[in-house]
């Protein structure tokens, strides 16, 4: 037996791949206007504000916005442009159907539809079918479903200023830091972020969605805020901000920023 088992660890080791299911954050561009004279050099403005959190991200392009009056444009031509601005188009969302297929053509993946949409169609999968089985047989009531134990995890604590080149990452839970962040750290949080000292480096709430997350710090001075997506760059804090106790957070799909 023991030799079997060895044999079989050893072929496990042999195999040359893995397939496995993972989550990644990634940034979605909205895209309203393709046609615009603008699109593209205020999007080099926003990325040259923050180039080093901009470059080589991935990038999911966002087309619920155009319709099948909206005028014709080359997806291909938007890609290979963002790819100039070392934006990396991996996927995209929504669209009429010629821009689907150029997104397609142009090596996009088609990426699902958000968190609510997915538990709308699976609400409706759950919902029994009228008039009986496919046999002919008698329906049996679908009996309810529980719905799942929420993930508890403690909040996570950091005691240490968070240095240059760190990421902190508090999955499924709020990120509490009692020192200051530096300049080119990250610190990323499914829930809400709390920082008692100075926030210099990039500040992420709300990773996996959560529109409700918010941002405290003592004094804002980062390079680049985000809840649920949404994002700022350093250039657009007000002085009434600046070096100030604020909270951050999510209002009518806007991101406020307010003293604290």
Do not use: W
Not at 99 to 128: C, D, F, I, W, Y
């Amino acid at each position: 037996m023991a030799a079997v088992n060895s044999a079989r660890q050893g072929a496990e080791r042999d195999v040359p791949f893995q397939l496995r299911g993972n989550s990644f954050t990634m940034m979605v561009l909205k895209v309203i206007d393709p046609a615009s004279p603008e699109f593209f050099p205020q999007l080099s403005v926003k990325v040259r504000q923050a180039p080093n959190f901009f470059r080589n991200a991935p990038v999911v392009l966002d087309f619920e916005e155009l319709t099948e009056e909206t005028p014709r444009f080359d997806v291909a031509a938007l890609v290979t442009n963002l790819r100039a601005l070392y934006l990396l188009p991996v996927g995209f969302q929504g669209g009429p159907r010629p821009v689907q297929e150029g997104a397609l053509a142009s090596g996009l993946t088609p990426m699902p539809a958000g968190r609510a949409a997915k538990m709308e169609a699976a609400a409706r999968g759950a919902e029994p079918q009228a008039g009986g089985s496919a046999t002919g047989g008698s329906s049996v009531p679908a009996q309810p479903i529980a719905p799942p134990e929420p993930i508890y995890r403690p909040t996570l604590v950091v005691t240490e200023p968070v240095r240059s080149g760190q990421q902190i990452y508090a999955e499924k839970t709020d990120l509490v830091i009692t020192s200051p962040v530096s300049p080119g750290a990250e610190v990323v949080a499914d829930g809400h972020i709390h920082v008692y000292g100075a926030l210099r480096g990039r500040a992420l709430a709300g990773v996996s969605g959560d529109t409700n997350a918010r941002i405290f710090c003592h004094s804002l001075e980062a390079e680049v805020v985000s809840v649920a997506g949404l994002y700022r760059v350093a250039e657009d804090f007000g002085d009434d901000v600046l070096k100030k106790p604020v909270q951050i957070f999510l209002r009518d799909g806007y991101l406020h920023m307010e003293p604290l």
